[in-house]
């Protein structure tokens, strides 16, 4: 763990405003902004890039996943900069909570994985790069979203121990741990063969 370089008040105000920042549904924003309906009657009616695609338009499905990397790096590097290594680090996890557990969607909201990607290139650039690396690599091979983020989710934890960034093991733990938790029913389709693949309407 890092050690704690800021104020109860401080750390609680970042893990507000990470949880904020993290709660903004930018795959629902956009989607109604493009004129492609709503994501909850899309495909899996998730509000990540991957159903974005579905909808057929691959510039919505990028900048979705642009903007949902961007708000999980943007909130760590500005706690980093303005409170610490430990704010940094709960605001990481409160983003991912945000984006998993938005209260505008009634807690129902993405799988974490863009923002995920986004928080470790913000808190260590080489994992962040290493899990990138292990998404495309695994999606490449079986065209499975999903594969590529257990995948990402999966060597984050070990990069971190192999390159020196023990002091975020506790949070690379609970996200890998977060991320498997909000891909159970892929886990359970990915064992039956029936996960759909990236470009396949559900």
Wanted: with cysteine.
């Amino acid at each position: 763990m890092p050690p704690i370089d800021s104020s109860p008040v401080v750390l609680i105000l970042w893990a507000l405003l990470g949880y904020l920042a993290g709660s903004i549904p930018f795959g629902m924003v956009l989607a109604r902004i493009m004129g492609l309906g709503n994501l909850r009657d899309i495909g899996s009616g998730n509000i990540g890039a991957t159903n974005v695609l579905r909808t057929g338009n691959k510039k919505a499905a990028a900048l979705t996943l642009l903007f949902d990397a961007a708000k999980g790096a943007v909130v760590v590097l500005l706690a980093r900069a303005l409170a610490g290594e430990a704010a940094a680090q709960l605001a990481a996890l409160a983003a991912m909570l945000g984006h998993c557990f938005p209260v505008w969607l009634k807690f129902n909201g993405g799988k974490g994985v863009a923002t995920f990607l986004g928080i470790m290139l913000a808190l260590a650039w080489p994992v962040g790069i290493g899990c990138c690396l292990a998404w495309l690599v695994a999606v490449a091979a079986t065209r499975v979203s999903s594969m590529g983020a257990l995948a990402a989710a999966s060597v984050s934890t070990m990069l971190m121990v192999i390159l020196n960034f023990g002091h975020m093991l506790i949070l690379g733990i609970a996200l890998t741990v977060l991320l498997y938790v909000r891909h159970h029913a892929n886990i359970q389709r990915i064992k039956a063969g029936t996960e759909p693949k990236i470009g396949q309407k559900k």
